[in-house]
């Protein structure tokens, strides 16, 4: 029975394989002699480019076939190694993620208190808006109520349906 490869020796084909596929060919004897190299079939009238397109496939079965065998040469340890490896690293990411998760969260509790924040800021602006407009609503008619008194007759101080409130101050000041 022959030695099995080492997965150096392996990874070494692997490596030269995928440099082949890597490969500049520009002319259709280089292709055909690669094609030979590989032991793939051609026509005389095969464009280069299915030619080496047909090399590639080949090529891609080697490795996959070197990658097979690297796999299964693999020790228990080795692979109880990488299992733990692989393990250690998904329980850091889970960690990395939880982290993440918190730090959105306290994101999202911040911005939700800022929202109901403004919501409560809108809502007393809109109150004491409103506050504002009838006490000077009151103050007006008062001005006005004063105005007519000491200018009966002279100024007509009734507020027409269509004034605004500033329009109604100019007029009543002018």
Not at 36 to 59: C, F, L, S
């Given at each position: 029975m022959g030695r099995v490869a080492s997965n150096d020796d392996l990874q070494k084909q692997i490596d030269d394989l995928n440099a082949d596929k890597l490969k500049v060919i520009s002319t259709i004897a280089e292709v055909r002699l690669m094609a030979?190299?590989?032991?793939?079939?051609?026509?005389?009238?095969?464009?280069?480019?299915?030619?080496?397109?047909?090399?590639?496939?080949?090529?891609d079965g080697?490795?996959?076939?070197?990658?097979?065998?690297?796999?299964?040469?693999?020790?228990?340890?080795?692979?109880?190694?990488?299992?733990n490896n692989e393990q250690g690293d998904a329980y850091n990411e889970i960690e990395l993620l939880r982290s993440n998760i918190d730090a959105k969260n306290g994101e999202i509790y911040s911005i939700d208190d800022a929202v109901?924040?403004?919501?409560?800021?809108?809502?007393?602006?809109?109150?004491?808006?409103?506050r504002v407009d009838r006490d000077n609503k009151a103050k007006l008619a008062a001005f006005a109520g004063q105005l007519t008194a000491l200018n009966s007759g002279i100024i007509d101080l009734t507020r027409r349906p269509d004034e605004t409130d500033e329009e109604y101050r100019q007029r009543c000041y002018n």
């Open positions: 030979d190299d590989y032991e793939v079939a051609y026509t005389p009238k095969q464009r280069m480019q299915t030619i080496r397109k047909n090399i590639d496939k080949k090529i080697f490795i996959k076939g070197f990658k097979a065998i690297q796999y299964k040469t693999r020790s228990s340890e080795e692979i109880l190694e990488e299992f109901k924040d403004s919501e409560a800021a809108v809502q007393f602006n809109d109150i004491e808006v409103q």
